[in-house]
């Protein structure tokens, strides 16, 4: 099966996505899963949920811009996905999310090349000025992701969580469109 969209990398590509990502999910909706206990883990999570979205997509009529796209490996192993939060209501600005779900591709970088691409994207099919996402305290990979990117840290919420009784940090970081294009070259 062919995917609709498509945006190559050297590592990764992003696409939308295929009938056979759907058993991926179903593996995914796992709550011992390694990357569980840095995604939000202060949030109830419904796999689901995400599923039945996911079906209810694939059989609707999607065109770009997307809103969220599959991440696979150059050599075809579908990993994670990445998305966007945004509200019509707010034109300028936007929230990105991103999850590499197999743990046995992590520290290899292809999180880092996967979020290059998604944000390289947004930027050239919307008019957003700024691009950013939230994470956690104890999530150090995902801002350290955000920090090779050129993303900076623009709001720390003091003791915004709560994990396993213990209150962590929510950190927002984020991205002009300016700062991107001086950014883009190095990672596209």
Request: charged residues 30%; hydrophobic residues 40%; glycine residues 10%.
């Amino acid at each position: 099966m062919v995917p609709d969209f498509k945006i190559e990398g050297n590592r990764v590509n992003l696409r939308t996505i295929l009938a056979s990502d759907v058993q991926d999910y179903e593996r995914w909706n796992d709550p011992t899963l390694k990357v569980w206990r840095f995604d939000g883990p202060y949030f109830t999570r419904n796999g689901t949920v995400h599923i039945e979205r996911t079906m209810r997509w694939l059989a609707g009529d999607h065109r770009p811009p997307y809103a969220t796209l599959e991440i696979e490996t150059a050599g075809g192993l579908h990993i994670g996905w990445v998305v966007v939060h945004h509200s019509v209501h707010d034109p300028h600005m936007t929230e990105v999310g991103i999850n590499i779900v197999e743990d046995a591709v992590w520290n290899q970088g292809l999180g880092t090349e996967a979020l290059a691409l998604w944000i390289d994207y947004l930027f050239r099919e919307r008019h957003f000025t700024r691009i950013g996402f939230s994470t956690w305290s104890g999530n150090e990979r995902m801002m350290a992701v955000g920090r090779k990117l050129g993303f900076v840290e623009e709001a720390r919420i003091r003791k915004g969580g709560e994990i396993q009784g213990r209150f962590v940090d929510r950190v927002k970081m984020g991205i002009l469109r300016d700062e991107w294009e001086k950014e883009r070259a190095m990672w596209l």
